[in-house]
């Protein structure tokens, strides 16, 4: 968190404390003060009742001095119910506030990081493309060099795409403007398109597959090849080059079931909940070392739902992160 966002937080938690400390005050001086109150008038009452025990005798001054304690006992009651319920009132009310304002900081903190990632993975791929062209434009390379940058900037392009695409759908999803369309296609063979592609964009990566074949299910072609594509990124994103990255399909009687393992560093218990949350990245921005915008799993859920579908992530035994969608039938 940037020193200035901390101090703005710092700041406002203070300022947050010192109204509600003000308050509670405020709440135990005017019990206080009713208290004195109710005393003040039941003294009053009791001169009153003395002054009447002297001048004559009264059969019902007894009853007198009981009702006057009866009353005074009953306000005392009344304001201890009524603090306590403004108590606790205050206090839900303060628990809301505080939760709220937490969250919003911690909102505009992964927005910024956000918007930190998105400049950075958009500038790359374009200065990578440009600097290639240029390169191709100003030298007479050999046929294989040409095809090697060619190739490189293909590869920055459609990574660019990836981020444009991953953007835009993520922002039409949560405004509900996407149409999708629900049409009956192949998910083996969309998976295999996948993964042919993937093969293509790093051919020093192992990229293994189980799929059965004819898993057809009801939805978007181009939202589920979002959906595989994003795991399968994430999944060489976050592990070594020499490990494999596995995507396996299964059909069952009650729906079909994706995953895609691979062998990195995994993911810790309390990280799981929140992968999944929009803009969230694992660890410090400012030390992170690989790419991303945090808006992938967020989609993945998304599409996942979308489907009627749902994700989730266990660890992949003996080391690294197995992802789970479970399409319903």
């Not at 308050?23 to 003395?50: C, G, R, T």
């Not at 993937?198 to 059965?212: A, G, L, S, T, V």
Request: include cysteine; proline fraction near 3%.
């Amino acid at each position: 968190m940037p020193d200035v966002t901390r101090k703005r937080l710092r700041r406002t938690t203070f300022i947050y404390w010192m109204l509600l400390c003000y308050i509670i005050a405020a709440l135990a001086w005017w019990f206080i003060s009713l208290e004195k109150q109710n005393k003040q008038i039941a003294d009053l009452q009791y001169k009153s009742v003395a002054i009447e025990k002297d001048s004559l005798s009264h059969p019902g001054l007894g009853d007198k001095v009981f009702a006057i304690d009866k009353e005074t006992k009953r306000n005392t009651r009344k304001y201890i119910a009524e603090g306590i319920t403004f108590f606790i009132l205050i206090m839900i009310g303060a628990a809301f506030v505080y939760r709220s304002v937490r969250r919003q900081f911690k909102l505009q903190q992964q927005q910024q990081n956000f918007m930190m990632a998105v400049t950075h993975e958009l500038k790359t791929p374009i200065s990578v493309a440009k600097l290639n062209l240029e390169t191709l434009q100003k030298y007479n390379l050999d046929p294989e060099k040409q095809k090697k940058l060619l190739r490189n900037t293909l590869d920055e392009t459609a990574r660019l795409n990836f981020l444009t695409n991953n953007i835009l759908v993520a922002s039409q999803l949560e405004r509900n403007t996407s149409k999708s369309s629900q049409e009956e296609l192949d998910l083996s063979t969309l998976l295999k398109d996948c993964l042919h592609d993937f093969r293509n964009r790093f051919p020093d990566r192992i990229i293994k597959e189980d799929i059965e074949a004819d898993a057809d299910v009801k939805g978007d072609a181009l939202l589920l090849q979002m959906l595989i594509n994003n795991l399968l990124e994430n999944a060489i994103k976050y592990s070594p080059k020499e490990s494999p990255v596995t995507a396996i399909l299964k059909k069952y009687r009650s729906g079909i079931e994706l995953q895609v393992k691979d062998e990195g560093p995994g993911i810790d218990d309390e990280e799981k909940k929140r992968i999944f949350t929009k803009f969230y990245r694992i660890g410090n921005e400012a030390t992170r070392k690989t790419q991303g915008t945090g808006l992938g799993l967020y989609l993945c859920r998304k599409i996942a739902r979308d489907h009627n579908g749902d994700i989730s992530v266990t660890n992949n035994e003996p080391r690294g992160s197995n992802f789970v969608v479970i399409f319903k039938l």
